[in-house]
């Protein structure tokens, strides 16, 4: 008699928290590398937002001698990091902010003076870019821990 061993059940069990655990290591590696660039001036993928102009220093009611965008205070940012979350029962995450002034940075708002510096658009294309690396090395992970 030939004996029936399958390891469905342990596959099974590999995927969902592989692509669980996935979801949560590209939102952290995604949030990290946008707060990093945005320190820097930049958006997550590196490019360098347009400088502040003279003029709009001297209008801040904040002072800083800092020409680079969405920097001067560091709240943008730090709006950024509470309001964005991984929910990894749900298997999803999401990197955003509660501020209104988003949509005016994210498409730009001429006639207010703000040119286009996007910062979610170019965070999801990163992600985009990592996602089968880092989600696929989870999957690795526990599909080896399964020893499948």
Do not use: C
Request: charged share 30%; no cysteine; aromatic share 6%.
């Amino acid at each position: 008699m030939v004996e029936d061993t399958n390891n469905f059940d342990e596959v099974r069990r590999a995927f969902d928290v592989g692509l669980r655990e996935g979801i949560v290591a590209l939102y952290a590696d995604s949030l990290e590398q946008l707060t990093k660039n945005m320190r820097e001036g930049k958006d997550a993928m590196g490019n360098a937002w347009r400088p502040v102009t003279y003029e709009t220093m001297r209008q801040r009611s904040v002072r800083t001698t800092t020409r680079d965008a969405l920097v001067d205070t560091g709240d943008f940012r730090a709006n950024i990091i509470s309001n964005s979350e991984a929910r990894p029962s749900e298997g999803t995450a999401v990197i955003g902010t509660s501020r209104e002034d988003a949509v005016a940075h994210e498409f730009g708002a001429p006639e207010l003076g703000i040119p286009r510096r996007p910062i979610f658009s170019p965070v999801a294309a990163y992600a985009n870019q990592r996602a089968a690396e880092i989600i696929g090395d989870e999957l690795d992970d526990r599909l080896d821990d399964a020893e499948v």
